[in-house]
Structure formats: structure tokens, C-alpha cells
């Protein structure tokens, strides 16, 4: 008799373990940045970011629509490339993910942004900057760091009322990304009067700029604006020294305003000419900056570069819609990602209707001693 009470009892308990567990639902959040590559630094750094916020989101037990959440990264790679961009979004839509956070290129995120609009996924930026992102209006793309009309025109106003300069030669990498903020740098510079007096291009698989750093040197500009990403300008930077650029200032956006740079302009002179813009605040001025970024180099140590902080809020503010939605279906929940008033770590998170952030800020950087320093 007593045996027979000890394997009801046991059944039982085994009963409700089973409800238990069968209330806890797996919810994927899918990520997708360049983790092979040149820019694997980078990519690494955007996943990162996520994978903090889903293991604290974690550690919090989340429960939404009365099931305790547990969720998972599905982290994809997209090697910055627009074909592999668009295979990993349909890979997280036929994977049923409930959000995106990613990409980091312009010229994979676009593309990528109308799988996710078709497929009905949210997906949210911090790294994407060229503002077409946002132009089709799909109700499904949110980007969280200022676009490129911001960069590049700060950059631009910088240059002729700060540093007082005359003419300037433009460069771009021919990606979505590159010619973007080159065009919008260039326009505000010609409507400032300051004076092009040359443009080159070359891609983003490039290491050698001699010839068309030669044919600017001709032009003796003041500047040279650079649109791309910190494994050109590493070694543009060389090169201008080596041919004797050394007065030349060097501008870029946020995809050159990486502590990376430093490392791939190996001891180059010219590093203390360069002046980048990034989206967002300086670390030091984010709400949250200084204690996350304490936080990550304890978790992820040398591997910070820039994004990692919006790809870290990023998550937080797909989940906080979930939460004020009481659903983890996309459909149901997006239109709360529109209505967010979210306190992220990198600012105040809110959403004009094409979603684009409201009011956000840039910040300026120079490299002191090697260093990337706010202005």
C-alpha cells in the first residue's frame, strides 16, 4: 500500500512538471551581421551585444501571454554580402524567428528589410545607416542610430565652420553604405562652399589606393572624405603617409570611427587626422553607457567596437513590445514596437511613423594617441 502511494505521488509530481514545462515556450530572436570576413570585428561585436541582452533577458524569467519565455539567438552570418544578406532572412523567416535584430551593412539590410516586410518579421537596426532604409515605409523596419543624412552633414558643417576648410576630395567604396554617406557629406559640403576637386572610387575588398591617392595628392585638397568601412581606411591612411598626405585631414563615418582603425593603420601619423561620425552618444554620455560597457569587456574582453550597445537594446526593445503586447506573435506585437517609449542603454528609444528614431543624436570622434576621443 505504502508502495503504491509513493508511485502515485511520484506520478504526480512527473504530472505537473510536465504542465510546467509545457507552459514554457521558446521564442527566437534571430541576429544577422558579417561574422566572416573583413568585417567579422564588427559582426562579432553586433552579436555579442545581442547575446547579453538574451541571456539577462533570460536570467529575468520573462512570462508573456501566461507562458514563461525562454529565448534563443539564432545568430546567422551574412559576410557583408547582399546575396547572403537576403538567404539569411529568408533562413530566420522559414525558421519562424519572432524578430531581427540586424544587419550591420546598408547594402545587406536593405534588401534583407522586404524578406522580414513579406515574411511579416520585425526587424530593427543599429548599425544600417543609409536613410533608403526607411524609404518604402514597410511597417516592419525600425532603425535605432541616426542615418546618413545626420552623419555625413555633421561631418560636412564641421569641416568648412570648425576647421575653416576649402576643398576636399571624396572616395567612396561603391556599397549602399559608401556612396550614401559620401553623397550626403558631398551635397552639404558644395551647398557650404567648400569645393570638390576630385572623386574616386574602389570596393570594399580593396588594400591598395596608390593610384587614386596619387591622382588626389595632385589636386592638393585640404581633406579627403572616405565612404566605407575601417578595413580600407586602415590602410588608405598608410598610404597617404607613405606619399606624403601627412597634413591632408582624413573625414568618415561611422564605419571608419571604429578603436579597430588604430590597429589597421599600424602606427600611421595620419591616424591623428582622421575625424569620424557615429550615431548615438559617446559611450560616456549614453544613460547606461559606462556600466554596460563594464559589463561586456568583462563578458566579451577586446572585442568592443561600436554597435554592440544598440544591438544589445535592440533586443530589449523587441521584448519590451512583447511584454506590452502580451504576445510573441510578429503580427501582434509589431504595432507596439511602433509605440515604443523604451529607456534603452544608448538613449531613449521612440519611433517617427516611417521608423526612423526620434531626435537622434551623432557625436564626433578624433584618434588621440591612438586613442578614439569625443570631440
Same mark, same amino acid.
Given at each position: 500500500?505504502?508502495?503504491?502511494?509513493?508511485?502515485?505521488?511520484?506520478?504526480?509530481? +512527473? $504530472?505537473?512538471?510536465?504542465?510546467?514545462? =509545457?507552459?514554457? @515556450?521558446?521564442?527566437?530572436?534571430?541576429? %544577422? *551581421?558579417? #561574422?566572416? &570576413?573583413?568585417?567579422?570585428?564588427?559582426?562579432?561585436?553586433?552579436?555579442?551585444?545581442?547575446?547579453?541582452?538574451?541571456?539577462?533577458?533570460?536570467?529575468?524569467?520573462?512570462?508573456?501571454?501566461?507562458?514563461?519565455?525562454?529565448?534563443?539567438?539564432?545568430?546567422?552570418?551574412? +559576410? $557583408?554580402?547582399?546575396?547572403?544578406?537576403? =538567404?539569411?532572412? @529568408?533562413?530566420?523567416?522559414?525558421?519562424? %524567428? *519572432?524578430? #531581427?535584430? &540586424?544587419?550591420?551593412?546598408?547594402?545587406?539590410?536593405?534588401?534583407?528589410?522586404?524578406?522580414?516586410?513579406?515574411?511579416?518579421?520585425?526587424?530593427?537596426?543599429?548599425?544600417?545607416?543609409?536613410?533608403?532604409?526607411?524609404?518604402?515605409?514597410?511597417?516592419?523596419?525600425?532603425?535605432?542610430?541616426?542615418?546618413?543624412?545626420?552623419?555625413?552633414?555633421?561631418?560636412?558643417?564641421?569641416?568648412?565652420?570648425?576647421?575653416?576648410?576649402?576643398?576636399?576630395?571624396?572616395?567612396?567604396?561603391?556599397?549602399?553604405?559608401?556612396?550614401?554617406?559620401?553623397?550626403?557629406?558631398?551635397?552639404?559640403?558644395?551647398?557650404?562652399?567648400?569645393?570638390?576637386?576630385?572623386?574616386?572610387?574602389?570596393?570594399?575588398?580593396?588594400?591598395?589606393?596608390?593610384?587614386?591617392?596619387?591622382?588626389?595628392?595632385?589636386?592638393?585638397?585640404?581633406?579627403?572624405?572616405?565612404?566605407?568601412?575601417?578595413?580600407?581606411?586602415?590602410?588608405?591612411?598608410?598610404?597617404?603617409?607613405?606619399?606624403?598626405?601627412?597634413?591632408?585631414?582624413?573625414?568618415?563615418?561611422?564605419?571608419?570611427?571604429?578603436?579597430?582603425?588604430?590597429?589597421?593603420?599600424?602606427?600611421?601619423?595620419?591616424?591623428?587626422?582622421?575625424?569620424?561620425?557615429?550615431?548615438?552618444?559617446?559611450?560616456?554620455?549614453?544613460?547606461?553607457?559606462?556600466?554596460?560597457?563594464?559589463?561586456?569587456?568583462?563578458?566579451?574582453?577586446?572585442?568592443?567596437?561600436?554597435?554592440?550597445?544598440?544591438?544589445?537594446?535592440?533586443?530589449?526593445?523587441?521584448?519590451?513590445?512583447?511584454?506590452?503586447?502580451?504576445?510573441?506573435?510578429?503580427?501582434?506585437?509589431?504595432?507596439?514596437?511602433?509605440?515604443?517609449?523604451?529607456?534603452?542603454?544608448?538613449?531613449?528609444?521612440?519611433?517617427?511613423?516611417?521608423?526612423?528614431?526620434?531626435?537622434?543624436?551623432?557625436?564626433?570622434?578624433?584618434?588621440?594617441?591612438?586613442?578614439?576621443?569625443?570631440?
Amino acid at each position: 500500500m505504502q508502495l503504491k502511494l509513493k508511485l502515485t505521488v511520484v506520478a504526480a509530481i +512527473a $504530472a505537473v512538471a510536465g504542465v510546467a514545462s =509545457a507552459q514554457e @515556450q521558446v521564442v527566437k530572436i534571430g541576429h %544577422v *551581421a558579417p #561574422v566572416s &570576413g573583413a568585417q567579422a570585428h564588427y559582426g562579432k561585436d553586433n552579436e555579442n551585444g545581442a547575446r547579453m541582452a538574451i541571456e539577462e533577458l533570460n536570467a529575468q524569467g520573462v512570462t508573456i501571454g501566461g507562458k514563461k519565455i525562454k529565448f534563443e539567438l539564432q545568430a546567422e552570418d551574412d +559576410a $557583408a554580402d547582399p546575396k547572403q544578406g537576403t =538567404a539569411a532572412a @529568408q533562413k530566420l523567416c522559414d525558421s519562424k %524567428v *519572432a524578430g #531581427v535584430v &540586424g544587419h550591420l551593412n546598408s547594402g545587406t539590410t536593405i534588401p534583407a528589410s522586404k524578406v522580414y516586410n513579406d515574411c511579416g518579421i520585425p526587424m530593427v537596426t543599429g548599425a544600417a545607416t543609409n536613410p533608403n532604409l526607411t524609404k518604402p515605409g514597410y511597417k516592419t523596419t525600425f532603425r535605432i542610430i541616426a542615418n546618413d543624412n545626420a552623419l555625413g552633414a555633421g561631418l560636412a558643417f564641421y569641416a568648412v565652420d570648425t576647421l575653416k576648410l576649402k576643398t576636399v576630395a571624396i572616395i567612396d567604396d561603391r556599397t549602399a553604405y559608401g556612396q550614401g554617406v559620401a553623397d550626403v557629406f558631398k551635397k552639404t559640403a558644395v551647398a557650404k562652399g567648400m569645393k570638390v576637386v576630385d572623386e574616386q572610387f574602389t570596393t570594399d575588398k580593396a588594400t591598395d589606393f596608390m593610384a587614386i591617392l596619387t591622382a588626389i595628392k595632385s589636386k592638393n585638397p585640404d581633406a579627403v572624405f572616405y565612404g566605407g568601412m575601417d578595413p580600407q581606411a586602415g590602410p588608405m591612411l598608410r598610404q597617404m603617409e607613405q606619399l606624403g598626405m601627412g597634413n591632408v585631414k582624413y573625414f568618415g563615418g561611422d564605419g571608419v570611427c571604429t578603436s579597430e582603425i588604430a590597429k589597421l593603420a599600424a602606427g600611421a601619423k595620419t591616424l591623428a587626422n582622421v575625424i569620424c561620425a557615429e550615431g548615438g552618444s559617446s559611450l560616456a554620455k549614453m544613460p547606461g553607457g559606462t556600466a554596460w560597457k563594464a559589463k561586456y569587456d568583462a563578458k566579451y574582453p577586446n572585442q568592443f567596437q561600436v554597435y554592440s550597445p544598440y544591438t544589445y537594446d535592440a533586443t530589449f526593445l523587441l521584448v519590451d513590445a512583447m511584454k506590452r503586447a502580451n504576445s510573441v506573435d510578429p503580427k501582434v506585437y509589431v504595432n507596439e514596437l511602433a509605440k515604443a517609449n523604451f529607456k534603452g542603454v544608448t538613449s531613449a528609444i521612440a519611433f517617427e511613423p516611417n521608423g526612423e528614431m526620434k531626435n537622434p543624436s551623432i557625436t564626433l570622434y578624433v584618434y588621440k594617441d591612438g586613442k578614439k576621443t569625443p570631440l
